[in-house]
């Protein structure tokens, strides 16, 4: 009598909960689970910001994958995911074939770019360990590079950030927090430093609270971000920034936040989807699949309160991960009586850097200190949810005012 087999793809929120909590039941005593990752290390996306700019080390936003999984009973393959095809209950990886009976696809997102021409080539995203280690030397190689020149290069030290989304607005905290000490390191007047946050829609931070939208672009503009609101941008070239208004902005470093689409791999396998992203069944299936589930941000689901699809978040993708894991322990073990997925939203809180952060917990709103300690007490949560209390020891934020 064979075991049937679980293939997770992505060690992201959504991949590493559902691993954690299969493994947590034993079901790898009546299944065998398989874990797919394309690093051997899982990384918090939502702290990503921080290690961009240069406020915090990459290596306290990730982890070894085999530090909280326990590979006796999981299996894990760390090899990129290439296209899943479901007729054959196959996964393409890069360096071979996985054959599946249940699928889970957890793959995140990549940047969206809505067409417009030079973002791919000409700026950087916040989306891997990877992609913001590279965002950080360079803007230090920016600061190294700028007193050497005897014709002083200004877009040497101008720092466009497109997209005032939560991104967008958490590291354009984070990096005017960081731009002092860099002044400082580098002997440069903070004067001679611009940093950008620009917005296509008629305000930053869209959909969130007004009067914590004007906190924080007061805070911002008051430690040096020039804010260009209802600014599309037209076109990105190399070393410069057109905005649809005619004018530019010349700048070396250019950082692309104007929200996600779901990992291209879901498109590539033929799922029909709404910018990479599947809209799911109540149980979280992929309509027509059902031994294929997909959650966190390669997956849609809908408010029906307002009408709209739920931004993707973090959160929202650990709560999926729960019905997911009861959701196959249910099939594995022949049940039919499938949970339905209930998101229950418990706020927002976004950081600006430093001690700074705004928020909203249930209908509580958060300024300052107290948002700030919130939200690493939300960063705490998430490890503890995955590692207990040894995890939040060893990476949690502990020193939260
Ligand atoms: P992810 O956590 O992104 O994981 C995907 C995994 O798949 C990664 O490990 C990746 O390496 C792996 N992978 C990708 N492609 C392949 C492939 N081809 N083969 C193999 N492996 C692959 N959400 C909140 O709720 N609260 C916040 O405060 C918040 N802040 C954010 C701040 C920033 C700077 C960013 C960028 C995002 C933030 N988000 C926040 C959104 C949140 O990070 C995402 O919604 C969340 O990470 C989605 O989880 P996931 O499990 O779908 O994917």
Not at 78 to 91: A, N
Not at 118 to 142: C, D, K, P, T, W
Not at 277 to 296: L, S, T
Not at 382 to 401: C, D, E, T
Request: glycine share 8%; with cysteine.
């Amino acid at each position: 009598n064979r075991r049937p087999k679980v293939v997770i793809l992505g060690a992201g929120y959504g991949g590493m909960m559902t691993a954690t909590r299969l493994q947590k039941a034993n079901m790898h005593r009546e299944a065998e689970i398989v874990l797919v990752n394309k690093h051997n290390y899982h990384y918090q996306t939502t702290w990503l910001h921080e290690p961009a700019a240069g406020t915090m080390h990459h290596d306290r936003t990730r982890m070894k994958i085999s530090d909280v999984i326990d590979t006796n009973k999981i299996q894990f393959i760390k090899d990129g995911v290439q296209r899943i095809d479901s007729e054959h209950q196959k996964v393409h990886l890069d360096g071979g074939e996985l054959d599946y009976d249940y699928l889970v696809i957890g793959l995140g997102s990549e940047p969206e770019t809505f067409g417009i021409p030079g973002v791919s080539q000409h700026a950087f995203s916040i989306r891997s360990v990877n992609s913001v280690r590279l965002i950080r030397e360079h803007i230090e190689y920016m600061f190294a590079n700028y007193n050497r020149q005897d014709e002083k290069q200004e877009d040497l030290l101008t720092f466009v950030v497109a997209g005032a989304g939560f991104t967008g607005i958490e590291f354009v905290g984070e990096l005017s927090e960081r731009i002092p000490e860099l002044c400082h390191e580098y002997d440069i007047a903070r004067e001679k430093v611009k940093i950008y946050s620009v917005e296509a829609a008629p305000s930053a931070l869209p959909g969130f609270d007004e009067e914590l939208v004007e906190y924080a672009m007061n805070l911002l503009e008051s430690r040096g971000v020039e804010f260009k609101i209802s600014t599309p941008i037209k076109e990105v070239q190399e070393g410069k920034v057109l905005l649809e208004n005619g004018d530019e902005i010349k700048s070396q470093t250019i950082v692309w936040t104007t929200g996600v689409r779901g990992n291209p791999v879901v498109e590539k396998s033929g799922f029909d989807a709404m910018r990479g992203r599947v809209k799911v069944e109540k149980d979280m299936r992929a309509p027509g699949h059902d031994n294929i589930f997909i959650f966190g941000d390669c997956a849609l689901i809908i408010n029906e309160e307002i009408n709209r699809p739920y931004p993707p978040t973090a959160q929202i993708a650990i709560q999926q991960a729960y019905t997911v894991s009861n959701n196959l322990k249910k099939l594995i073990k022949g049940e039919e009586n499938l949970e339905e997925f209930k998101p229950d939203i418990k706020g927002t809180v976004a950081s600006l850097g430093g001690k700074e952060a705004i928020g909203v917990i249930g209908d509580r709103k958060l300024y300052g200190n107290s948002a700030s300690a919130m939200k690493k007490i939300i960063d705490n949560r998430y490890l503890y949810l995955l590692g207990g209390m040894p995890l939040v020891l060893k990476k949690g934020k502990l020193n939260l005012f």
